[in-house]
């Protein structure tokens, strides 16, 4: 795939016609298909609403026309962990899974490696160079060196590629800044005179939450505020207690104060991190409900004011009030940032990053892919510059009309929707399958192609969260994560057998709401002795064997 933003002759030519393929090869003809109909399972919770005619809108149609395959994309609303084990264990798997796969110890990778070693999924190394926009998704910086020895090519596969990474930074310069953190409601911090850039330790969050709640503050309908929240399941309220972590980390293995390999469960900040949890939640601090919440809901408390305080990334927060319309008509609640938070060590939180990606998305085929050669051309077509054109931008004359510059660009109407929030609009264009089918590999480059970060933000992202992104900003470390040594680790199975499930959350979040800080630590030390003892006791193997690989390198990032 050519990584250059559009060249003149490219430009002037999408001036004149979409017909003829667009980085898909030397002026060839894309093989067609005929009528192939796949189905790709997007697991991630609360994922892809599908279109109300996954076969017949207009994307899918005109895909269809020019290669002859259709892939309906169907989303769960479920822990992606526990789908992807009912998938395998059931045996009804797609055609096509899209997964988180962040490597090392998550759930997630666990399962997905388990079925490749188990022979539940194609290997792809001896077919995907036939695929140009494909191909170079397993370049080093595109994903780091780490990720690639450890994980996309995991010891274990003997050689194979099962996993496609996508949604990848197509350099160093294109890594997507996800703007984590907490943020307050901007009347809120006024009335209450808080200076913002001084929260920063969890104490200070707390102390902060605490005035909250004795404020007597009300949302838009006159209810109570809550202090603080999440979006699903509890995303981001991990954000809340960032200052007990040390220093940013790659990985859950850890050098103690003696130099001893450790893991981050067995240590006192991740103890100080359930008990802080479980304060707010027993003090009224924390939404109870976070932690089984949907994105609906926690979209409709952010939008109405309901409340206070809230976390994970900050667009969610924005989106949210213009969704649902209170960016026009309350504009006084929009969300500001706190702090931001800093590290145990009092420096600023950041997004820390390898140099290539330590963990992204995946694509895998099943063994009971139909047809795998028309499941990867439907991919690198939507990864083409024609395809991203369709199935982003949609139809010229019609949702988008080229530039002077040959950029593809919403009509204006679409793009006052898009400002405005209008759900209405944003509805017609899933139906379309307009923005439906994206899946990108190489994610944030592709748009520079054009001249945008996504359709309609040609003049810019959202000024508040690019203020905020400069005092929390990316920064990129250079090393190999403790983790990658888990890939020479000769008891992978156990190991895999004692992580697997959610035995973890569970524990976490029975302590969060246990009676007193001493059931609290009783539930978290019955979850480290079985971490101890369980399957052989395989975990201690296992740090001892991270151990004794130290003098290895000299590179690790502790």
């Given at each position: 795939m050519t990584r250059?933003?559009?060249?003149?002759?490219?430009?002037?030519?999408?001036?004149?016609?979409?017909?003829?393929?667009?980085a898909l090869g030397e002026g060839t003809e894309l093989k067609h298909y005929g009528d192939v109909q796949l189905t790709l399972l997007y697991v991630w919770n609360g994922g892809k609403i599908a279109p109300d005619d996954t076969y017949n809108n207009d994307v899918a149609k005109a895909i269809r026309e020019k290669i002859g395959v259709t892939v309906a994309i169907e989303g769960i609303m479920m822990s992606e962990t526990e789908k992807l084990n009912l998938i395998f264990a059931s045996g009804d798997m797609p055609d096509i899974l899209e997964f988180p796969f962040w490597g090392g110890s998550s759930g997630e990778s666990i399962v997905i490696k388990k079925a490749a070693n188990e022979g539940m999924l194609l290997p792809l190394e001896d077919v995907i160079d036939n695929y140009?926009?494909?191909?170079?998704?397993?370049?080093?910086?595109?994903?780091?060196?780490?990720?690639?020895?450890?994980?996309?090519?995991?010891?274990?596969?003997?050689?194979?590629?099962?996993?496609?990474?996508?949604?990848?930074?197509?350099?160093?310069?294109d890594i997507t800044h996800w703007a984590y953190g907490a943020f307050v409601r901007s009347d809120i911090a006024q009335a209450l005179g808080t200076d913002l850039s001084a929260v920063k330790t969890p104490d200070d969050v707390y102390n902060f939450l605490k005035a909250i709640k004795e404020g007597g503050f009300k949302d838009l309908n006159g209810n109570d505020v809550i202090p603080a929240s999440s979006f699903h399941n509890g995303w981001g309220v991990d954000q809340l207690y960032i200052g007990f972590e040390e220093h940013p980390y790659f990985s859950d293995y850890r050098l103690d104060a003696e130099g001893n390999v450790t893991y981050r469960f067995l240590e006192q900040p991740y103890l100080d991190q359930v008990l802080f949890v479980?304060?707010?939640?027993?003090?009224?601090?924390?939404?109870?409900?976070?932690?089984?919440?949907?994105?609906?809901?926690?979209?409709?408390?952010?939008?109405?004011?309901?409340?206070?305080?809230?976390?994970?990334?900050?667009?969610?927060s924005l989106n949210a009030m213009k969704k649902l319309g209170t960016w026009q008509t309350n504009p006084e609640i929009k969300f500001t940032p706190i702090g931001p938070l800093a590290y145990g060590d009092g420096t600023t939180k950041v997004q820390a990053e390898l140099n290539g990606r330590n963990g992204t998305h995946g694509i895998a085929f099943p063994v009971t892919n139909k047809n795998l050669e028309a499941s990867l051309a439907w991919f690198d077509f939507i990864n083409s510059k024609?395809?991203?054109?369709?199935?982003?931008?949609?139809?010229?004359?019609?949702?988008?009309?080229?530039?002077?510059?040959?950029?593809?660009?919403?009509?204006?109407?679409?793009?006052?929707?898009?400002?405005?929030?209008?759900?209405?609009?944003t509805v017609m264009l899933r139906n379309r399958g307009i923005r439906y089918y994206n899946i990108p590999l190489i994610s944030s480059e592709r748009y520079l192609w054009f001249g945008e970060t996504e359709p309609g933000n040609a003049d810019g992202a959202e000024p508040l969260i690019e203020d905020y992104k400069k005092?929390?900003?990316?920064?990129?470390?250079?090393?190999?994560?403790?983790?990658?040594?888990?890939?020479?680790?000769?008891?992978?199975?156990?190991?895999n057998a004692l992580m697997a499930g959610e035995r973890e959350r569970v524990a976490r979040e029975s302590a969060y709401f246990a009676?007193?800080?001493?059931?609290?630590?009783?539930?978290?030390?019955?979850?480290?002795?079985?971490?101890?003892?369980?399957?052989?006791?395989?975990?201690?193997?296992?740090?001892q064997h991270v151990q004794e690989q130290l003098p290895t390198r000299d590179d690790w990032l502790f």
């Amino acid at each position: 795939m050519t990584r250059k933003i559009l060249s003149t002759l490219l430009a002037l030519a999408m001036l004149l016609t979409l017909a003829a393929p667009l980085a898909l090869g030397e002026g060839t003809e894309l093989k067609h298909y005929g009528d192939v109909q796949l189905t790709l399972l997007y697991v991630w919770n609360g994922g892809k609403i599908a279109p109300d005619d996954t076969y017949n809108n207009d994307v899918a149609k005109a895909i269809r026309e020019k290669i002859g395959v259709t892939v309906a994309i169907e989303g769960i609303m479920m822990s992606e962990t526990e789908k992807l084990n009912l998938i395998f264990a059931s045996g009804d798997m797609p055609d096509i899974l899209e997964f988180p796969f962040w490597g090392g110890s998550s759930g997630e990778s666990i399962v997905i490696k388990k079925a490749a070693n188990e022979g539940m999924l194609l290997p792809l190394e001896d077919v995907i160079d036939n695929y140009p926009n494909l191909s170079d998704a397993w370049d080093v910086g595109v994903v780091s060196q780490k990720f690639l020895e450890t994980d996309l090519n995991d010891p274990l596969f003997n050689g194979h590629k099962y996993v496609i990474p996508n949604e990848t930074p197509g350099s160093i310069q294109d890594i997507t800044h996800w703007a984590y953190g907490a943020f307050v409601r901007s009347d809120i911090a006024q009335a209450l005179g808080t200076d913002l850039s001084a929260v920063k330790t969890p104490d200070d969050v707390y102390n902060f939450l605490k005035a909250i709640k004795e404020g007597g503050f009300k949302d838009l309908n006159g209810n109570d505020v809550i202090p603080a929240s999440s979006f699903h399941n509890g995303w981001g309220v991990d954000q809340l207690y960032i200052g007990f972590e040390e220093h940013p980390y790659f990985s859950d293995y850890r050098l103690d104060a003696e130099g001893n390999v450790t893991y981050r469960f067995l240590e006192q900040p991740y103890l100080d991190q359930v008990l802080f949890v479980r304060k707010l939640v027993s003090e009224g601090l924390l939404d109870k409900e976070c932690f089984t919440t949907t994105d609906t809901l926690a979209e409709q408390k952010t939008a109405n004011g309901t409340v206070a305080v809230q976390t994970a990334q900050y667009s969610v927060s924005l989106n949210a009030m213009k969704k649902l319309g209170t960016w026009q008509t309350n504009p006084e609640i929009k969300f500001t940032p706190i702090g931001p938070l800093a590290y145990g060590d009092g420096t600023t939180k950041v997004q820390a990053e390898l140099n290539g990606r330590n963990g992204t998305h995946g694509i895998a085929f099943p063994v009971t892919n139909k047809n795998l050669e028309a499941s990867l051309a439907w991919f690198d077509f939507i990864n083409s510059k024609e395809g991203v054109i369709l199935t982003e931008y949609g139809f010229e004359g019609d949702t988008f009309y080229f530039n002077e510059a040959g950029q593809p660009r919403w009509t204006d109407e679409l793009i006052a929707g898009k400002v405005a929030g209008d759900e209405a609009q944003t509805v017609m264009l899933r139906n379309r399958g307009i923005r439906y089918y994206n899946i990108p590999l190489i994610s944030s480059e592709r748009y520079l192609w054009f001249g945008e970060t996504e359709p309609g933000n040609a003049d810019g992202a959202e000024p508040l969260i690019e203020d905020y992104k400069k005092l929390s900003p990316i920064k990129l470390y250079d090393g190999y994560p403790l983790s990658a040594v888990f890939s020479t680790f000769d008891r992978q199975d156990d190991y895999n057998a004692l992580m697997a499930g959610e035995r973890e959350r569970v524990a976490r979040e029975s302590a969060y709401f246990a009676e007193t800080d001493e059931e609290a630590i009783a539930i978290i030390e019955e979850y480290r002795e079985y971490l101890r003892t369980g399957e052989n006791a395989v975990l201690p193997a296992l740090l001892q064997h991270v151990q004794e690989q130290l003098p290895t390198r000299d590179d690790w990032l502790f």
